[in-house]
């Protein structure tokens, strides 16, 4: 393919891109196949000669869409969202065009300053402490990671390296792996599971601290398992608290926690993956109050705010502690401007991709205006949905309902539930996933896509209402 070919191919698949996401709510939003359907339909071994470029793009309706779930449609109501827009399309192109591997200053400048410079822009739209900002002399400052879990890993490795480094250096006796050995890290017991795999990873003692009736962690909790921990002889190093959890959507009361964590020198991570893209509203930003006492911040512009996958933006109060636990540099990688900022040194692999090219065309062509105006729809077609579950007497609400997620379920069995759920699934004109809270089983409704609007809202409460009234009549339940 030569540069006419591209530009003709090119124009024609931006086409096929922009025809997929108007038509999306046309197709059946969760596919109807088996493990396994695709090897079937392609060859076992790569073609020796070229293909037509006509012959690829046939393949795509007849091998690939039919096992995609369609994660934009706005029947889509599972997980937390995945953000989508044309202007971080039009980036990620840009960013594949140039193809820099941005490991350094010198590998690629643009991609290492315009990264630093959006961080700050994010930053000062959520009104982070100036600690986080790297400016021009701050101590702080952002980065972007691949995914929530990765800055989890990142925050709690940077942790373990500091403490190792504190302990030694007043028992420099003390070995390594003896330290080690000793560590602990906390959790809510409503933390994402990356959270408790970046234990494993690092390997050291994961704790989960018991949550409160809103499924939010106080801090007289962490106080009295600090507590019993350094009695025993333990060494907390790490906590990581949730600002909108994966199940409902809870807080953990960092305005508790952060002075406590402080007081004791523990690093406190707030991992904010899906609610942190709403800190841009005022009204939501009182969410964040707390973020003052935290060592490090991260959340998901790939989820919620127009910047598709990946971009995970990722702050820290100083980034030494995170420098000082990656930074090797041999001498194929050094240059005369060291210290203008290599954010392999932030992170686990050395190359990067110029991701910041999605959120500096988002940032402009959105403004913040229009970034806060997407927030507040989402959140108000989860009210609406909130509204048509409490006005039916069957269902409950099962969490407060604070952004974009409803957890709800009908009144009575978990077993009752799950068939709920499974009709909804299986009929595939909506998908959901559900959750756990308090032991009960609950169906988790997440206000997901760009296009949705009101009239998905309703259709998929009529959907859900329908399947209800099925259920119940032929299990002969009254209410």
Known sequence: MDAAEFRRRGKEMVDYVADYLENIEKRQVYPDVEPGYLRSLIPEEAPEEAESYEDVVKDIERVIMPGVTHWHSPYFYAYFPTANSFPSLLADMLCGAIGCIGFSWAASPACTELETVMLDWLGKMLKLPADFLAGTEGRGGGVIQGTASEATL????????????????????????????????????????????????????????PTDNKFSVRGDALQKVLEEDRAAGLIPFFFCATLGTTPSCAFDCITELGPICNAVEIWMHIDAAYAGSAFICPEFRPLLNGIEFADSFNFNPHKWLLVNFDCSAMWVKKRSDIIGAFKIEPLYLKHDHQESGNHSHWQIPLGRRFRSLKMWFVFRMYGLKGLQAYIRKHVGLAKEFESLVRADQRFEISADVVLGLVCFRLKGSNELNETLLKRINNARNIHLVPCQLAGKFVLRFAVCARTTESRHIQEAWCHISHLASELLQELKIKY
């Open 154 to 209: 990142i925050a709690l490795l940077a942790a373990r390296s500091k403490i190792i480094k504190l302990i030694q250096a007043d028992h420099p006796d003390r070995s390594e792996t003896d330290i080690i050995s000793k560590l602990v890290a906390y959790s809510s017991d409503q933390a994402h599971s990356s959270v408790e795999r970046a234990g494993l990873i690092a390997g050291v003692k994961m704790k989960k601290i």
